[in-house]
């Protein structure tokens, strides 16, 4: 597949993640007045990660950790041809007056986040929001949103797709780029 154009390598990623754990530290500390919001369903995958590695790099287990479903947030929720799938929400704990950490794999147009802040109500009212991204593609965003914690920034143009595979689902972690319709064209992907 010579269309595609590697990003991030399992390596790379692996360091990556670190990184952004280590500035979650330096931000947070103990995590005693912050939680970690992954948005269903990709940015879960990221968050898990994060969890787990926060959990071994700093010692705490109480890390307060939710999973948001924002699918009926969604402004195109209702113009779409085939209705979306839900996902899990899993929120044991309220956000008042927390500082929230809401975690996505990919930073696009903003239209996502817009959706999980707005779920994210539904939890108490926090007393701050930072995001973090993964891949933060910083061209053609619709909102003005911009995330606090970027692993890598990727300038491709509208046609082009970011894929994040994950070891889990994807059989190797790494951050790849194609161009729009080799991506919808190829069936092993």
């Known amino acids: 597949m010579s269309h595609r154009r590697t990003i991030l390598t399992s390596d790379h990623f692996r360091l990556t ?15 005693e007045d912050s939680c970690i919001v992954g948005i269903q369903p990709r940015g879960v995958l990221l968050a898990d990660r994060l969890v787990k590695r926060l959990r071994v790099l700093s010692g705490s287990e109480r890390l307060r950790y939710g999973k948001l479903d924002i699918t009926f947030y969604r402004d195109d929720f209702r113009l779409r041809e ?82 994040v595979e994950w070891e889990e689902q994807d059989g190797e972690d790494q951050v790849l780029l194609f161009p729009y319709k080799h991506f919808a064209e190829d069936s092993e992907i």
Do not use: W
């Not at 754990?21 to 931000?27: A, F, P, S, V």
């Not at 990919?106 to 817009?114: C, F, I």
């Open 17 to 31: 993640i670190d990184r952004l754990c280590y500035q979650l530290i330096e931000m947070h500390n103990q995590f």
């Open 82 to 163: 085939t209705p979306l799938k839900a996902s899990v929400t899993k929120m044991e704990f309220l956000v008042e007056n927390l500082n929230v950490v809401l975690v996505d794999d990919v930073l696009y147009t903003g239209r996502t986040v817009q959706a999980a802040l707005t779920a994210l109500q539904h939890y108490g009212r926090p007393r701050s929001v930072e995001l973090l991204a993964l891949v933060d593609r910083r061209f053609n965003r619709h909102l003005p949103i911009q995330a606090d914690f970027v692993g890598t920034r990727i300038d491709a143009v509208d046609e082009a797709y970011v894929r």
